[in-house]
């Protein structure tokens, strides 16, 4: 196939970014976008080019280090994948494809399609997690689960930190992958002796660090590749409530 | 190099007891005066740099990734390995200590693998304290299953992101401790070197992946957590940025680097589609359960595997080894896998894999059941081969997937060098010469959680403390031989790309220090690794400069240690001149053509001291004694 791509190319951080054009011979159908583009890079490197700046690691859709917006949309046109997972016969010969960045005030730029997404790190850092010394734990089969809650939190564990439903919103908000991670562990008892405080202290993480309100476009949902429910929004916004009406004090830093 | 492997006396089941009883300990009110640094921060390290937070110490944890939660544990599908017996089926610490030890097909230590096996238990009960939504019984206990050919079920796990689960569970409790103050995290921090003070290893050298600084950290002892190096064959299930570097430049200033031709090759991954890729996925080894192995009967038949008859298929596993059939252990079903492509039987559009046929277990169960079982792994599938394995066979392929050797470590997990610890796939432990499934995520977190932390305390309570910093004059030359080293790969501006080197590199290791190896092969592979190695350094291009980000020039450092790692470990396998579990040398074969291993002459680690590029190395020897698991033959017919 023969395409033709347009791609974000920016130095640095500072730098003022564009799109540039490049045409593309040879690309096989069986090929990965990952694999597409590292054939546009060996191009380019011949031709005496920068090479296009691009994250990606496991390229089989489980590190979420990989991310870019393909054709206007999150990890590109196919459902329940990321970039890496996206194979190229899903196009066709002669496309043009239009390749960017993920755009978030909060996910800034550092090289091409590079973005820091360090912001995700500093939500989970305000409570996304239990408090539990190594080796204090008590047997694994003391408390039992019902299968039913263990399922649901596994559900919500399953978001792999992308930061597409960022790059979705038009609100740019983080909502989702705050909501997973608390709902995650609100499903379990372990994760109840500080739910409330984890609510409160996540929002207003994620509202520190610049990402968006929820308005409930629900464009996260759709892009997320792990299928992630908007629902855990709501059950996230329910524990903020909470929160607040028993005077739950915020502590982020 | 001297190599006391330090194992406590006793009876084998107090050892451990009686090491952490021994340990000298740190008043709580001084640890936060000892600097750790932890590189790394997969199962391993992030277990290691978080319990060390928790402790008290100063930590300093390091990653190349953009978070730490991004670290290749993440990738790991099957399970974790634990003798709760929760099942009842007589599972015991004693019987996942024989199993391993077996398993590794008597290459490695008594005593490590007891403890690994005995540490098992409270790495479970951390995991689900942490939140970790392991598979539950309806009943709400937790569930089991059996994995990798075990005869007893302790396999734990979160469907088939099991990896991911106990990641995220450990990068939880890091957060965590970098929330506190504890652990101060360094993301995009490549390690380039190790700083050695006075014989100890106080600090290394790092480079910015953004900014491309590249500065000193100086610390009390340093951790090395940083995973395997099947990224050796270019190919592998390992993610992209998996590299050797770290453990390759402590090998380069002293450290003893053991058993590198341990490595293990998958036998369930998806075969290549074509020359442009670059990474292989790997199919979770439960398909085997129920999917039957075959190839055609006829070398060369091209035809559709529907249009094949029944008479004129071979199932070839069941055929060899009936009583354990698609099951048989991984590096047994790879070689047999190998062996049929390289003789023509080879399917798919390039001839290179064998089917994995899913047909008569859709008749047996129906579809439904079958879909219950393995639709995400089927959909996987679908998704990047376009075909859909309901109707047609999944093609399978051997691929390298994890790392036995590593850098050697005594019963403490340090090296040679005092100060300097390796944990995980990193070091050389517990798996001898094959690991078996499930046993990874277990090993990482035993070192991560419950071992590491301890014996580091042991060593700072008697090492000095401070007194080095970045200006110090050892730091500085680190810094200054990485920077030649930057502008030497940045100045070659030759014509060909680092990956084209890369591949290469890859193609003659995994000819001939893969899945077989031979005497002529692995000198073969001795005289043109050199010649790639100048030619490398001679035509390399690395676009752009050391000033920012450059995805060239960072492939380009990790691949320049490939070159040198890859001549060490063809000189481990053609030294060790026989075969013992995945090191299979096609001169040392059983009657059933299974690895014979030569107990009168191998029964030890084989340690390498790197003497400079291009000189051939100096081997050691560890010897290891078997008083709990009797030497005896693998048979799995």
């Given at each position: ?23 593309l ?107 539990v010394?190594?080796?204090?734990a ?25 930061g ?6 038009p609100?740019a908000?983080?909502?989702l ?75 982020t830093? | 190099?001297?190599?006391?492997a ?7 089941a ?62 790991a ?68 299953r059996s ?15 099991t ?8 990068y ?26 006075d ?5 290394i ?29 270019f190919?592998s ?14 090998a ?29 996925t790997?199919?979770?080894?439960s ?8 190839v ?23 055929r ?11 590096d ?42 393995y639709g ?7 998704k ?9 066979p ?24 005092p100060?300097?610890?390796?944990i ?15 046993s ?7 070192d ?21 910093d ?28 680092v ?35 100048e030619?490398f ?58 690895a ?38 693998r048979?799995?017919?």
């Amino acid at each position: 196939m023969k395409l033709k791509l347009h791609i974000w190319r920016q130095a640095s951080p500072q730098a003022k970014g564009e799109f540039k054009a490049y045409d593309l011979d040879g690309v096989s159908p069986h090929m990965s976008f990952l694999d597409m583009l590292d054939l546009l890079n060996e191009q380019i490197l011949h031709e005496g080019g920068e090479p296009v700046a691009f994250e990606h690691d496991c390229r089989e859709g489980i590190c979420g280090t990989c991310g870019m917006v393909i054709n206007g949309i999150a990890h590109g046109p196919e459902k329940l994948i990321t970039a890496c997972q996206l194979h190229m016969r899903t196009f066709n010969d002669g496309d043009e494809i239009w390749i960017e960045p993920w755009r978030a005030a909060a996910f800034p730029v550092m090289k091409d399609l590079v973005v820091e997404r360090a912001a995700f790190d500093r939500i989970i850092q305000s409570g996304g997690y239990i408090s539990v010394r190594s080796g204090s734990a008590q047997d694994a089969n003391a408390i039992p689960i019902p299968k039913e809650d263990a399922d649901r939190a596994f559900d919500a564990a399953a978001c792999i930190g992308c930061g597409a439903c960022v790059a979705a919103c038009p609100n740019a908000s983080a909502m989702l992958f705050t909501a997973a991670k608390a709902a995650h562990l609100s499903y379990l008892p372990q994760g109840q002796t500080e739910r409330l405080q984890r609510a409160a202290n996540m929002v207003t993480a994620h509202d520190e660090e610049g990402f968006g309100n929820c308005t409930n476009h629900g464009a996260c949902q759709e892009v997320c590749p792990k299928g992630i429910s908007v629902d855990y929004i709501g059950r996230l916004n329910r524990d903020l409530l909470k929160a607040t009406l028993s005077g739950v004090e915020v502590s982020t830093r | 190099m001297e190599l006391d492997a330090k194992i406590p006396d006793g009876p084998i089941a107090e050892k451990w007891t009686r090491r952490q009883f021994e340990m000298k300990l740190i008043n709580p009110s001084n640890k936060r005066k000892y600097k750790v640094i932890v590189v790394g921060t997969g199962l391993a390290g992030g277990a290691a740099a978080a319990t060390m937070g928790e402790l008290g110490y100063d930590v300093h944890c390091f990653t190349y990734h953009d978070s730490p939660r991004r670290a290749h544990s993440i990738s790991a599908q099957g399970g974790i390995n634990a003798a709760k017996n929760y099942q009842g089926d007589g599972d015991s610490v004693f019987r996942l200590f024989y199993d391993t030890v077996k398993g590794g097909d008597f290459r490695s230590r008594e005593a490590n693998v007891y403890r690994l096996a005995e540490l098992s238990l409270n790495i479970i009960d951390q995991a689900v304290a942490q939140g970790v939504p392991f598979a539950r019984e309806y009943g709400g206990l937790l569930d089991n299953r059996s994995f990798g050919g075990a005869q007893v079920s302790r396999t734990f796990y979160a469907r088939g992101q099991t990896g991911q689960q106990l990641l995220l569970g450990c990068y939880q409790a890091l957060e965590r401790q970098i929330h506190e103050g504890a652990v101060k995290m360094y993301n995009r921090h490549e390690m380039m070197d190790v700083v050695i003070v006075d014989g100890r290893a106080r600090g290394i050298v790092t480079r910015h992946l953004v900014t491309g600084k590249i500065e000193a950290h100086m610390a009390d002892a340093v951790v090395l957590g940083t995973g395997g190096y099947s990224n050796v064959f270019f190919l592998s299930t390992n993610a992209k940025a998996c590299n050797v570097t770290s453990i390759w430049r402590a090998a380069k200033r002293g450290a003893g680097f053991a058993n590198p031709c341990f490595t293990q090759i998958h036998p369930t991954c998806i075969p290549q589609s074509g020359e442009y890729q670059s990474k292989l996925t790997l199919m979770s080894e439960s398909l085997r359960n129920d999917g039957r192995i075959w190839v055609p009967k006829k070398a060369g038949d091209d035809r559709r595997a529907g249009d094949i008859p029944e008479s004129e298929r071979d199932y070839y596993l069941e055929r060899l080894y009936p009583s354990f059939g698609n099951l048989s252990p991984r590096d047994i079903a790879s070689r047999r896998a190998k062996e049929l492509v390289d003789a023509g039987h080879g399917v798919g559009p390039l001839n290179n894999g064998v089917y994995l046929d899913f047909r008569d277990a859709i008749q047996r169960l129906g579809k439904g059941k079958v879909q219950e079982r393995y639709g995400n792994l089927f959909q996987m599938y679908e998704k990047i081969t376009g075909e859909d394995p309901y109707s047609v066979p999944m093609r399978i392929f051997p691929a390298p997937h994890y790392t036995m050797g590593g850098l050697w470590v005594d019963y403490d997990l340090m090296t040679n060098i005092p100060g300097l610890f390796a944990i995980g796939e990193a070091n050389f432990s517990d798996h001898g010469a094959n690991r078996l499934g499930a046993s990874a995520l277990m090993q990482g977190l035993a070192d991560g959680y419950f071992i590491l932390p301890l014996t580091v305390g042991n060593y700072l309570a008697e090492a000095p403390r401070g007194g080095v910093d970045p200006d110090h004059p050892a730091a500085r030359d680190v810094i200054a031989e990485t920077t030649a080293l930057q502008e030497r790969l940045l100045a070659a501006n030759g014509k060909r790309s680092v990956d084209s080197f890369h591949m290469e590199l890859g193609r003659i290791v995994w000819d001939h220090c893969g899945m077989a190896r031979n005497d002529s092969g692995l000198k073969e592979a001795l005289k043109r690794i050199p010649e790639l190695r100048e030619e490398f350094w001679r035509d390399v291009k690395v676009p752009g400069s050391g000033a920012d980000l450059n995805q060239s020039l960072e492939k380009a450092g990790r691949v320049a240690d490939f070159m040198e790692f890859a001549e060490i470990m063809c000189w481990d396998a053609l030294t060790r001149d026989e075969s013992c579990g995945a090191h299979y040398r096609e001169e040392h074969v059983t009657e059933e053509g299974e690895a014979k291993r030569d107990d009168e002459n191998f029964l030890h680690g084989a340690v390498w001291e790197f003497k400079g590029a291009g000189e051939e190395p100096v081997r050691h020897e560890e010897p290891l004694h078997f008083e709990h698991v009797p030497l005896s033959q693998r048979s799995y017919k």
